[in-house]
């Protein structure tokens, strides 16, 4: 049994969000903050089920060291776009544990959006490791997960074979390093389909530090690949300097988004 879940539909500002308000490892930041007493919407519309399931990806995700998922700010932008514009195709470059894979795919199966999400991530380990997520959440219609390098120009067609088509969006967040980012945006800007979206976690000068080159992560690849000829627009939200403070866009890592002309 978990921690009791007060009205898992909100109303009295209970649930997941309330459960992990009181752990205290860093991945958390999001859910200590005093003033965000609330439930989430991203958390709102899962059923109990998919809540249950949620807490225990957390619990053997901590135990098994593999925190590193994204935050409630870009999952809650990512989700609301697939589910307010009805993006039914895409593709994630870095999967990991599997914590945006398995949102996603709940958002794709309300959506009755079959093989929407493409998934891509270099390590077997961590790929059969999401694999054993998703079977547990029932995703196996809706998601597809796929080793390789993410910058491999096979992944594109891999994807859109999957997919049925070109993707709608593309989340980068993989490597983290400025080389490989470039390749990236080369490869999966032209991939998508007019009007299209690319997510880039990690596009603020302090996530630059995730780099283990030491070249300058997202944030240089970005700022080098926008002042090209002929650049998309692009929109890049800045969190505050620390996780807890307060800013409209609560996230230090930030995300830039680049919409395909």
């Known amino acids: 049994m978990h921690e009791q879940e007060t009205n898992s539909c909100g109303g009295d500002n209970a649930g997941l969000a309330a459960v992990l308000r009181g752990r205290t490892h860093a991945r958390y930041w999001w859910h200590a903050n005093e003033g965000r007493g609330y439930e989430p919407d991203m958390y709102r519309v899962l059923s109990p089920d998919e809540r249950s399931l949620l807490l225990d990806w957390y ?4 135990r098994d060291g593999h925190a590193g998922e994204m935050a409630v700010p870009m999952a809650s932008l990512v989700l609301g776009m697939v589910h307010g514009s009805g993006i039914r ?8 544990a599997g914590y945006s894979s398995l949102l996603i795919g709940w958002a794709l199966r309300r959506m009755g959006a079959e093989r929407g999400l493409f998934s891509i991530d270099l390590r077997p380990k961590m790929t059969g490791y999401t ?6 959440a029932g995703l196996g219609a809706f998601v597809g997960l796929h080793t390789s390098d993410s910058a491999d ?4 067609g891999a994807a859109r074979e999957y997919l049925g088509g070109a993707p709608g969006a593309v989340i980068i967040d993989s490597s983290h390093q400025y080389r490989h980012t470039l390749a990236e945006l080369d490869l999966w800007y032209p991939a998508l389909e007019p009007g299209g ?5 990690d ?8 780099d283990r080159s030491g070249e300058g992560g997202v944030r240089r690849a970005l700022d080098e690949w926008l002042a090209r000829p002929g650049a998309p627009p692009a929109l890049t939200l800045l969190g505050p300097e620390g996780h807890g403070q307060a800013r409209a866009y609560a996230d230090p890592s930030g995300l830039c988004i680049i919409q395909r002309r």
Request: hydrophobic share 50%; proline share 6%; aromatic share 12%.
């Open 59 to 62: 619990a053997a995700t901590e």
């Open 89 to 96: 195709r895409l593709v994630q470059l870095g999967h990991f």
């Open 131 to 136: 694999q054993g997520w998703l079977d547990r």
């Open 153 to 156: 120009p096979g992944c594109v």
């Open 197 to 201: 979206l690319l997510f880039l976690h």
């Open 203 to 210: 596009a603020s000068p302090m996530a630059a530090k995730y």
